[in-house]
C-alpha cells in the first residue's frame, strides 16, 4: 500500500499564490507518476498536473503557464506550485500516485485525503 499526505492548502486572493505539498510512504518503489487532481463542487474530477519518476510532466490547460508541479525522489515527495490563481481555481485538490501513468480518471491511483484550496474574488 501507498499512503499520501497532503499539506498547503487554504484561502487565498485571486492573483495569489499556494504551495501544495505530498509525501508519500509505504510501498515506495511501486510509484512511478505522481500528480494532483481537483474536484470543484457540481464538477468532474480532472486531472491539474502530474510528473514522472523520469520528470516527464503534464498539465491541463487551464493550468498551463500557472501552475508548476516538481517532485523530489530523494523525499517522495511531490509539490504544486500555483500561482495567478483565479476564483475558477476553487476546489478540493487530491494528490494522486499510481504504478505508470496517471490517468484522466485517476483509475488504479492511490489518493491522498484531499486538501481545500479557495480563491477569492
Known amino acids: 500500500q501507498v499512503q499520501l499526505v497532503e499539506s498547503g492548502g487554504g484561502l487565498v486572493q485571486a492573483g495569489g499564490s499556494l504551495r501544495l505539498s505530498c509525501a508519500a510512504s509505504g510501498i515506495i518503489f511501486a510509484i512511478d507518476a505522481m500528480g494532483w487532481y481537483r474536484q470543484a463542487p457540481g464538477k468532474q474530477r480532472e486531472l491539474v498536473a502530474a510528473v514522472t519518476t523520469g520528470g516527464s510532466t503534464y498539465y491541463a490547460n487551464s493550468v498551463k503557464g500557472r501552475f508548476t508541479i516538481s517532485r523530489d525522489n530523494a523525499k517522495n515527495t511531490v509539490y504544486l506550485q500555483m500561482n495567478s490563481l483565479k476564483s475558477e481555481d476553487t476546489a478540493v485538490y487530491y494528490c494522486?500516485?499510481?504504478?505508470?501513468?496517471?490517468?484522466?480518471?485517476?483509475?488504479?491511483?492511490?489518493w491522498g485525503q484531499g486538501t481545500q484550496v479557495t480563491v477569492s474574488s
Open positions: 494522486a500516485a499510481a504504478g505508470g501513468l496517471l490517468t484522466t480518471t485517476g483509475r488504479g491511483a492511490y
